[in-house]
């Protein structure tokens, strides 16, 4: 046998010449395999996801939307809720060591919690707080029926305050009083300002004015120029301050001391002072720039409150019960008999009512569970 | 139209889901334990709704809305007290109980209350104080111009002459600073105004009352060594006043 012939040289001379780079340059792609256009991944190229945007993805956590948005801002939101008062006055409060300290006297009236606010329901945590009493004949037949629900009665004013987590809610129905806080805390107090009517650019906005004299002809409080002319585009830039309405805006003093509480009084004392005139409804919650309370402190408030409401949730319910027998009987114009009181729920009316009480039962039950 | 098509179209957990649901359903409905009106109805039939409701709940009234054109009853909603044994409003004015307490706390004695109080022998404008500051040095006295009464904020104004230049001073009464406030000289007549505010004007300016306080110290230490037994009247008077008990503090 005989070998055939290579053509020796002439192959060892393509080969080097083109085909050895030609080869190399094949096995390492130039264009990528999967393109941005159609979304991208941080897992390796071989992993199928069964489903589409779920946790295992391999997507990182978006850091926009609700959940980035209470995450982001979980920080700077109390871990409890706060109450509401009544601005009653200034007076001084003398201190033992001879500091005379300008303070200011709070008063809570009848403060109780009507609604937990939960992230799955409402997209955030917080908790509904209603102040004082109201004539009944004061308020809408909605409101009415929303206050029947709760088993409490009208409230002069209601307003939530935000907490970070589901620890931060509370047993509904319950009063909230001064102890809720402790002397020396820092709280931050919200209200609104005195308004002060239509004002001038110097009272407003602390603008100069002008000259009283030099020439000056009727032009002494006035704003002057509103801006550059042609050039500039000869027009007034948007936000520039001008007259107007001012006060009666949310003033938020942060860091307040409390000085004193009474619960016979129902006040709490805070140093210096707070926005708006005397009877102005403020809002006062844990500082946001300190440390939150202590625990033991929050642990010690929130057994207090089981102390004094024991029944609370009970309460509630049968609250919830009535409202649902009266809805029904409104449901069926059967308004007389409920109100001469000879009026007795049939046996389906009372089932259905039991079969949304137990529907609600397992609706928390889920959420506790979730 | 085909039921079960759209369901066979769906992937299978949705089955399942529902499947789950229907067997919690189930078991809700099915729970003996739990409580129930309808049982509760047939053990006792006379009752109108739970048992649990009525005691636990507070006694409701009925609002009731009334339609304007036709006058008759549109709806009713039950309307729960706003004051209960456990929720009472707390008292509409809670300052005068405030000041009181702390004027209790710095004036266990009412020495200083009783020395601007109304009354008869009670330091008044016109008058000429003393008063003695825990932290400063000499005692500050000057004739009183004003008394400005507010609970536990009064404050006293004094007027006097320090070489030559007219100093006024204001002193809060419950002050723990304040040590001490003594009547040095009592006005002969009562003066017709609440604040004496004209005695700034040179014509009626009271100048220095050094040498008040002066023959007052004097007059004040011989009835304190017993040497002069009757004293002047003014001292005296000085010192029995409630003036002696603030400075006692």
Known sequence: ?370 | MNVAAPLARRPLGCLKTSFRQARQQQKMFSSTSRRRMATAVETTPSSSSTPSSSSILPPLKFQKIVDRRTRTLRTAFAVYPSTTPGLAPPPPNPMPALDEAQIKRMDPTGARTALFAKTRDAARVGDVLMVTHRRGGEPFAGVCLSIRRQGIDTAILLRNHLGKVGVEMWFKIYNKNVAGIEIVKRRKKRARRARLTYMRKPKHDMGSVEDLVFAWKKARKVYATGKGGAAKAGGKKAKGGPAAAAKKK
């Open chain 1, 1 to 370: 046998m005989s070998i055939p012939r290579l053509p020796v040289v002439r192959c060892w001379r393509q080969l080097s010449s083109s085909g050895l780079p030609k080869l190399a340059t094949r096995s390492l792609s130039t264009t990528p395999s999967l393109s941005v256009k159609y979304g991208w991944s941080t897992q390796s190229k071989h992993f199928r996801p069964t489903r589409f945007n779920q946790v295992t993805a391999g997507l990182p956590a978006p850091t926009t939307g609700p959940a980035a948005a209470l995450k982001r801002k979980a920080q700077s939101t109390p871990i409890r809720a706060g109450v509401l008062a009544i601005k009653k006055g200034m007076t001084a409060f003398m201190g033992r060591t001879g500091a005379r300290i300008p303070c200011t006297v709070l008063q809570l009236d009848r403060v109780q919690t009507l609604l937990n606010k939960t992230r799955k329901d409402h997209g955030y945590w917080a908790v509904q707080v209603g102040l004082g009493a109201r004539d009944p004949s004061n308020i809408t037949a909605p409101m009415l029926g929303y206050y029947e629900a709760k088993g409490v009665a009208p409230k002069e004013i209601l307003a939530e305050f935000r907490v970070r987590d589901e620890k931060g809610l509370l047993p509904i129905g319950v009063e909230l009083k001064p102890d809720w806080f402790y002397i020396g805390q820092r709280v931050d107090v919200r209200s609104n300002s005195r308004g002060q009517g239509f004002a001038g650019g110097m009272k407003r906005h602390g603008f100069a004015g002008q000259e009283a004299s030099h020439g000056n002809s009727k032009n002494h409080r006035t704003i002057g120029s509103a801006g550059p002319s042609q050039g500039s585009g000869s027009r007034v830039l948007p936000g520039k301050k001008m007259p107007g309405r001012m006060g009666n805006e949310r003033v938020t003093v942060q860091n307040l001391p409390i000085l004193m509480i009474d619960n016979d009084l129902g006040i709490v004392v805070v140093k210096g002072a707070v926005a708006g005139p005397k009877g102005a409804i403020v809002k006062i919650q844990d500082a946001v720039k300190k440390p939150p309370p202590p625990q033991e402190f929050v642990d010690k408030t929130l057994k207090t409150l089981e102390e004094r409401f024991p029944d609370a949730d009970a309460r509630l319910q049968a609250a919830r019960g009535k409202h649902l027998e009266l809805k029904a009987a409104r449901r069926e114009k059967r308004l007389n008999e409920i109100l001469t009181g000879n009026w007795e729920p049939t046996e389906e009316q009372a089932k259905m009512v039991e079969q949304a009480l137990a529907m609600d039962e397992a609706n928390e039950e889920q959420q506790v569970r979730a």
